[in-house]
């Protein structure tokens, strides 16, 4: 379906609303929860809560074929998902150092048993003991190990986050943990970001999608033989019971390691603006929000309310929101998408009077939720439900 039937269905199924508001299209965030599980290949998916931060999705996602478990951002943001009872398989993707989340964790019997907390070194165990004394209840965890590619020395291409990489290193710290009291290590992950998270091929950008695709054929092929010796290595030390790793943009060539037992993915769910970067996989658009015009600056030109709804990560224009319809308009290089204001440019401009909606899509996934207190979900050109995100909820988690 093209941007303008979309956007004309929703125009239709929201013209009571007053906007900014923000939808999820159901029927392509269906579509995408469906791809997701193709190309796992079978392996089940945890879902990224961080890509979603709406309760009401999350809990729709896990009750389909082929999803299992969440992986949470926060300590907090699990014990709250626990409560209400989301899932019973909670992985915070994450170390925490917030004391009183752990001290909540050891108090609470069902959060104990269904949430497995992160680490990747002995100082994350002193900070739980510190926190919660000699002979505390028994804590989940899981041993992160790095994933980055590093093809010579002193270059590390990929997120920097555990500094446990090899198998002898791996086997150390299960070890440590399987010896140590009040602890249990029952999972293991790697997340290959350079992979995951890179697009293969940016639009008009050749070069650099072909220095990734080449980059992301050599770290995989390394990460595979490496990845099979630290989960070979850590078995040994302790029974676990899941191996965790991927990522959206990487669910192919992660299942077809045999070391690994569960994926990860959350934006495929919603389809972000980041995600048209990629050669082997579409997402369809699922979450977009509305903009009204309130100036006429020229006659190719129009001016949005509000709008400065930035993504994390490097600072460049790939985290700007992105025009999607009418189609044919782009921010002005100038200004951007403001705090108050966001100037549109094109010929699509022409035709838009005061009043009319502009839509556009974050550039990142769950980062949407963050600047609306509920979401519209649209069946068709109906509104078939409105749910609150996180933030409708009251909750703030970072």
């Not at 003991?129 to 093809?151: N, T």
């Not at 308009?329 to 440019?345: C, K």
């Amino acid at each position: 379906m093209s941007a303008k039937q979309s956007s004309l269905r929703y125009d239709t199924a929201t013209k009571s609303f007053d906007p900014p508001f923000a939808v999820v299209d159901l029927d392509a965030f269906e579509r995408n929860a469906a791809d997701l599980v193709r190309r796992a290949g079978g392996r089940p998916i945890r879902v990224a809560t961080k890509s979603v931060r709406c309760r009401h999705l999350l809990e729709r996602v896990l009750g389909m074929p082929g999803f299992t478990g969440l992986m949470c951002y926060s300590l907090t943001e699990a014990l709250w998902l626990s409560r209400l009872g989301s899932t019973d398989d909670l992985l915070i993707g994450y170390p925490t150092v917030d004391r009183s989340a752990l001290r909540d964790l050891a108090a609470d019997e069902r959060a104990g048993n269904t949430v497995t907390v992160m680490v990747d070194s002995t100082a994350h165990l002193d900070v739980v003991d510190d926190a919660l004394g000699p002979a505390h209840p028994e804590v989940r965890v899981c041993l992160e190990v790095d994933a980055g590619w590093r093809p010579l020395p002193g270059v590390h291409v990929g997120p920097l986050r555990s500094p446990v990489r090899t198998p002898a290193q791996a086997a150390a710290l299960a070890r440590h943990i399987a010896d140590r009291p009040g602890f249990r290590l029952v999972g293991l992950m790697a997340y290959e970001g350079q992979i995951a998270g890179i697009g293969d091929a940016p639009p008009g950008r050749p070069l650099r999608g072909a220095v990734v695709r080449w980059m992301r054929r050599r770290s995989a092929a390394e990460l595979a033989e490496r990845r099979a010796a630290v989960v070979a290595a850590v078995r040994a030390e302790a029974d676990l019971e899941f191996v965790n790793g991927g990522g959206t943009g990487s669910l192919e060539s992660t299942a077809a390691e045999p070391a690994i037992t569960e994926l990860t993915a959350g934006s495929g769910l919603l389809g972000p603006a980041l995600f048209d970067g990629y050669r082997g996989f579409r997402p369809q658009p699922a979450a977009l929000f509305a903009l009204p015009v309130v100036r006429r600056p020229g006659r190719r030109s129009a001016t949005l309310f509000a709008g400065g709804y930035l993504a994390s990560g490097p600072a460049d224009r790939d985290r700007l929101p992105r025009p999607h319809a009418p189609a044919g308009l782009r921010l002005r290089a100038l200004e951007g998408a403001g705090e108050v204001q966001t100037p549109v440019l094109g010929r699509a401009a022409a035709g838009l009077a005061l009043g009319d909606r502009v839509w556009l899509r974050h550039a990142k996934a769950g980062e949407l939720a963050e600047r609306f207190t509920e979401f519209h979900l649209v069946r068709g050109d109906t509104v078939a439900r409105t749910v609150p995100t996180y933030r409708g909820e009251g909750r703030c988690f970072g």
